[in-house]
């Protein structure tokens, strides 16, 4: 197996990892602004306001860090080409 195989296959399960707390985040998000619709009380509807952007904070980041992988994903398996057509000449 080669290198850029095993590479490959790890930017693949970070990226699915990636994805699956982006979900989770996005659920959490969701269930606090039906918690803020819902509330009635001024100072639990301002810490869950609060905590709404603290969760749209972490989702930019998560999705700030995907397109890390993808991009070092999409280098990954340049690189590997470059390294077949390299090897064939």
Do not use: N, W, Y
């Amino acid at each position: 197996m080669s290198k850029g195989f095993v590479v490959i296959v790890l930017q693949i399960s970070q990226i699915s990892k990636l994805k699956a707390a982006i979900d989770e985040e996005t659920q959490l998000r969701m269930e606090l602004a039906q918690r803020e619709q819902e509330t009635r009380d001024p100072s639990e509807h301002t810490r869950i306001a609060f905590l709404i952007g603290k969760s749209d904070e972490k989702v930019q980041a998560l999705a700030v860090l995907m397109l890390h992988f993808c991009a070092g994903l999409q280098h990954t398996q340049d690189q590997a080409e470059a390294s077949k057509v390299t090897s064939h000449i």
